[in-house]
């Protein structure tokens, strides 16, 4: 298993699709979940994330680096992944 190095702590509680019964039966391949979780309002912070991952992940590349390693965590799952 992949470790991490500096962390940055963010905590949301994002609101879930699947608890509104319009969106139940939908997946997030679907335009109006899609739309559902743009309108909320932690989704420009995770778009800034993606963003900046995407940003190191391409320094890394060109620094001849084969990893980077991005932890996320939440209550009950703690996940490390290396893209």
């Not at 060109?62 to 799952?77: D, K, N, Q």
């Amino acid at each position: 298993m992949a470790s991490a190095g500096p962390i940055s702590y963010r905590r949301t509680q994002p609101a879930n699709p699947y608890w509104l019964p319009e969106l139940r039966g939908l997946t997030g391949k679907d335009e109006a979940v899609i739309e559902f979780l743009k309108s909320q309002p932690w989704s420009m912070n995770f778009t800034r994330h993606r963003q900046l991952s995407r940003t190191l992940g391409h320094r890394f590349e060109a620094e001849g680096r084969s990893y980077l390693t991005i932890a996320v965590a939440a209550p009950a799952v703690s996940t490390v992944q290396s893209i």
